[in-house]
């Protein structure tokens, strides 16, 4: 499996890239899988639903299944962070690419994405780029160059042009090759 992960400031544009490039690579019979970081409480259950009641009633984890879906809810007792390994261990090995979103300080490669405007609506707050210093990052998308804080080393995508974007990935696809730590 390949692995590749999308990281940058809230409203900057991952998701969009991501459904982009998820629907690109299954055109291409590419099978996808997506790791997305959550930062706030969240539920994928409907309440009265059983599996909801199950969860309510106690239980740490539900597996709901049909012929078509499989879904694994797990509760932790109290809150963690999971590494983004220990995610994409859940994952099929089969799959051909798995997109990480988020998980900013993953020991990943790395997209990093910039956007003026998000820039500009965090205006007053400190945006620190991760690509001066952080070496997953293998490339930065953005859709204004003269946005960003300083000149990157690495390549130059344009956000706007998942297809381009793509054909980078596929370009790299060797390098994106998926090693878990050791240990794992």
């Not at 997305?36 to 009641?53: C, E, I, L, M, T």
């Not at 990943?108 to 609506?121: D, F, G, S, T, V």
């Not at 980078?168 to 090759?177: F, I, N, T, V």
Request: charged share 25%.
């Amino acid at each position: 499996m390949k692995v590749i992960g999308f990281a940058g400031y809230s409203g900057s544009g991952k998701t969009c890239l991501v459904e982009s490039l998820v629907r690109l690579l299954c055109e291409q019979g590419q099978s996808v899988s997506v790791v997305k970081h959550a930062h706030h409480d969240f539920d994928v259950d409907q309440p009265g639903k059983d599996s909801w009641r199950h969860r309510k009633a106690g239980a740490s984890e539900v597996v709901l299944a049909s012929g078509r879906r499989l879904v694994l809810m797990r509760e932790f007792g109290e809150p963690r962070d999971l590494d983004v390994h220990e995610m994409i261990a859940e994952l099929d090995p089969g799959v051909d690419w798995v997109l990480v979103e988020g998980f900013k300080h993953a020991d990943l490669p790395k997209i990093e994405i910039w956007r003026a405007q998000a820039e500009r609506a965090r205006a007053g707050k400190s945006l620190e780029p991760l690509y001066p210093h952080d070496p997953h990052v293998l490339a930065v998308a953005t859709d204004a160059v003269q946005a960003l804080p300083s000149p990157p080393l690495q390549p130059l995508l344009d956000l706007n042009d998942p297809a381009r974007v793509l054909q980078w990935l596929l370009e790299q696809a060797p390098r994106l090759d998926y090693r878990p730590p050791a240990g794992r």
